[in-house]
């Protein structure tokens, strides 16, 4: 089992930052790849970024690619999303996810799950 808290989320204006964290606790946070993804009202959850156990391996959306950072730190059990240049359309839930089995694009393949946090990008 894994429990995960995410922070940090907020209401910022365009062009804005934001830093994501995500907090694990329960397996070893080290053995499990990690991701972002996201929920805008009436869409279906998206991918944003993961990240693989040891942070040598990191993969995004085009639409966050370049604009987004993804991290951890396996010594604090902490996964971040630093999202720079942001946009309205960046308005979400966004979630933080664990998956023991390795890195995956599909939210349906990832096994754990925070609770959320909102992000809101005025114009």
């Known amino acids: 089992q894994v429990q995960l808290v995410e922070s940090g989320g907020g209401l910022v204006q365009a062009g804005g930052s934001l830093r994501l964290s995500c907090a694990a606790s329960g397996r070893t946070f080290s053995a499990v790849a990690m991701g972002w993804f996201r929920q805008a009202p009436g869409k279906e959850r998206e991918f944003v970024a993961q990240?693989?156990?040891?942070?040598?391996?990191?993969y995004y959306a085009d639409s966050v690619k370049g604009r987004f950072t993804i991290s951890r730190d396996n010594a604090k059990n902490t996964v971040y999303l630093q999202m720079n240049s942001l946009k309205p359309e960046d308005t979400a839930v966004y979630y933080c996810?664990?998956?023991?089995?390795?890195?995956?694009?599909?939210?349906?393949?990832?096994?754990?799950w925070g609770q959320g946090t909102q992000v809101t990008v005025s114009s």
């Open positions: 996810a664990a998956e023991p089995r390795g890195l995956y694009w599909n939210y349906k393949d990832y096994a754990y």
């Open positions: 990240i693989n156990w040891s942070g040598s391996n990191r």
